[in-house]
């Protein structure tokens, strides 16, 4: 080879080699963020002592916070008894009891906090104080939950981070450690079967099986720092965050008077608590089904007017159903199905008005809305039958067009024969 | 009176354009009788199939509005209030789809009678360019009503172009106009679809015309084997013609019952940022390529998987496609039955993956 070539091709592989060792040092510098620089977590990683759920995901080490901040110590000297030693601070494994102000010494200080979040909230440690948690640790209870139960004490992650044990579709297993463990509960005389009630109720479904991170979750009810059963008088508070509408609807009703005077638990009564069930038009009238029969009995006013808004519900379903099952019909058949698709959509929605209105417990509100859905369920059929007449027209054109046909067809044969006997 | 001013008619364009040696052209032309007559029909009836394509397709022009906003509503625009819209849109789907199966049939049926044989490699050739020219066809106008099943389809294609070593990128930026399949990607394939294939297929169509109708038709070999006295003919015009009027009538029925009683569906307006629907399949005729390179595993010999099968078939194209440069090289005894098993060959590989594509 010539060997100026030779030279050239030497120095283009040499640049080409600085280039990617530039480029490899650049990444691992990139790389090498974390705990670098903090002697604890390079001597306890020599050593291979990490602690066992230690990860470098950690939302305090992924923003440079060292170990010092809830261990003391000092993480600048390599010397185990000099870092280590109480004259620098070192405070080892806190006690259960401190927890909670240990994280507050930051968490509750706006100041501080402002410089990661600036809107993040500081009064974590004051609602924790509040909740049943707080209460039992500060009368000398260490078995219940601090901190560190639930967001871990190594590995914490943000909400939002989907490996983080107070994410949304997490936080069930979370609270379900302790809560459906029957020997650690024992001696709180509680249930330990709300998470196998949860799982199977239309929350816990929606949340854990379809992922749908809207659906509420145990802090959603019971609160997060400051977890508490929630009282007769929230219960409907708590489900309205959600469900306004029926709890506005009831919450103006007679009924909510009557469930007040009885210490009755709202919405619970008819649709219980953790295991709530997806709802059907049966839990009203005299099905067995029904949860009205539950307290009232034959003969009763209120019993009376359960059936009624069961029928006018019913009524308003069947006569939605042929609507929805003709609609289904025009848009197979290719017709046009817009206007009528609008008049189905405004009939479902009145359908699910009057559900709503059943938390008013009266009839005639509900009336109005099932009378609303059967107009707009006529003029969608009205709309869909003359689509159908219009496909009948279509295909009895097709059938004239092919009779035309088929005489040009056979006359167009007997001219082919013609002309080939001809030949 | 009729025949009277037919035939003023007529003596008005003879004496302008000579027409006279052409109709004389098309009298004396012979069209073989045998037992394999009825393959010649195929291509007259992909023919026909194209003039539906263009007089439907120019009727779907006057109301059709491109456009992320606009595409899908005016193909239910067109669908439900259109007088006929409804009828134009879906014959043209559907014939657009039966003309692919008869290019295809049409194509197959040259390849059994060894019809692409010296001196009709041109006309084979032009006629291959036809058929990929009707699957870009295909492609392109799949889109255009913007539904989800095109959007998504449309993105796996167009992945798959971009798989090919060294010029995949840039042909998928050619065909996506960016990166993703977005308005851009909409407008290009409309231009496609109604200007550049058109002008390309018409030109190449042309050629292929004028080939078949220089040489005339073929004759098998055991045709040609017989006796000149043995040989049963009948003239191109007016007999064939006639004939080929019949089936085209008939197909035209068959696509307008088709039309009538299974209207094309539109599907649900595409969505970028919808999550991809299950069931996202290609147009039928893509079918055998997609389950191929489904089944074919992540790494092959020192290559991806699918540039592995995208490799395959371009080159399992060339080989197709230049069948008469290389049969030749095949010991003559031999050739009818090698090249009878190559064809059913590829004939199985095709309908043996499509079922599979469509029962997984």
Known sequence: MDKKLSIKLFVFFCSCLSIILFATTVQSQEKAKYGEDDQCIVCHKDE??????????????????????????????????????????????????????????????????????????????????????????????????????????????????????????????????????????????IPTTQYDEYVESVHGVALLERQDTGAPACNDCHGNHGAMPPGI?????????????????????????????????????????????KTSDDMIGDSDSSTCVDCHEEGEEAYDTGIKIRQSLGGLVTAYDSAATLLKTVEHAGMDDLEMS????????????????????????VKVKTDEGKTFVTQALKLGNTQMQDL????LGFGIATFFMTIVLVALYFKIKDIERED | MFKKSAEKSYNWLDDRFKITPLVEFMRHKQVPIHKHSLWYYMGGVALFLFLVQIVSGILLLLYYQPGVDSAYESIRFITTKVSFGWLFRSVHSWSANIMVFFVFVHMFSTFFTRTYSKPRELTWLTGSVLLVLSLVFGFSGYLLPWNELAFFATKVGTDIAGAIPLIGDPIKLLLRGGEGVTGATLSRFYAFHIALIPAVFTLFLFLHLLFVQRQGMHEPEFFHKLPENKKRMMPFFPNFVLRDALLWLLVLNIIIYLAVFFPWEIGVKAD????????????????????ALKLLPAHMFIMEGEVFGILFFTLAGLVWFTVPFWDVFIKESMRPKIMKLFGISVIAFILILTIWGYLV
């Not at chain 1, 009891?97 to 009064?123: L, V, W």
């Not at chain 1, 029926?246 to 619970?268: G, P, T, V, W």
């Not at chain 1, 009948?392 to 295909?395: C, D, G, I, L, N």
């Open chain 1, 342 to 365: 609008y008049a189905v959509k405004d009939a479902k929605q009145s359908l699910t008005q009057a559900r709503t209105l059943v938390h008013t417990f009266d009839f005639e509100q």
């Open chain 1, 392 to 395: 009948r027209f279509r295909r």
């Open chain 2, 272 to 291: 970028a940022f919808a999550p991809a629907p299950d069931g996202i399949k290609p147009e039928w005729f893509f079918m055998f390529m997609f389950q």
């Open chain 1, 233 to 277: 008088a929230s219960i409907g508070h708590i489900c309205g965050t959600c469900h306004v509408n029926n709890q506005e609807y009831f919450s103006k009703s007679k009924m909510a008077i009557e469930f007040q005077r009885d210490e009755l638990h709202a919405c619970e009564e008819c649709h219980g608590d953790h295991d709530v069930k």
């Open chain 1, 48 to 189: 291979e002592i990490l602690p066992e759920d230690f990860s470098e995901f950690d939302i305090h080490l992924q923003t440079g916070l060292s170990c010092k901040g809830c261990h003391g110590g000092d993480e600048t000297s390599d010397d185990e008894d000099l870092s280590m030693s109480s004259e620098a601070g070192f405070i080892g494994v806190p006690e259960k009891i401190e927890i909670a102000a240990m994280c507050g010494k930051c968490h509750s200080d706006i100041n501080f906090m402002r410089q990661y979040q600036p809107r993040i909230a500081t009064d974590q440690v004051q609602q924790y104080h509040e909740s049943v948690h707080g209460k039992k640790l500060a009368q000398g209870d260490t078995k219940v939950a601090d901190c560190t139960s639930c967001h871990s004490v190594h590995n914490i992650l943000p909400a939002i981070d989907a490996r983080s044990t107070i994410y949304a579709l997490n936080i069930p297993a979370t609270c379900k450690k302790c809560h459906s463990d029957k020997e650690y509960m024992a001696e709180y005389g």
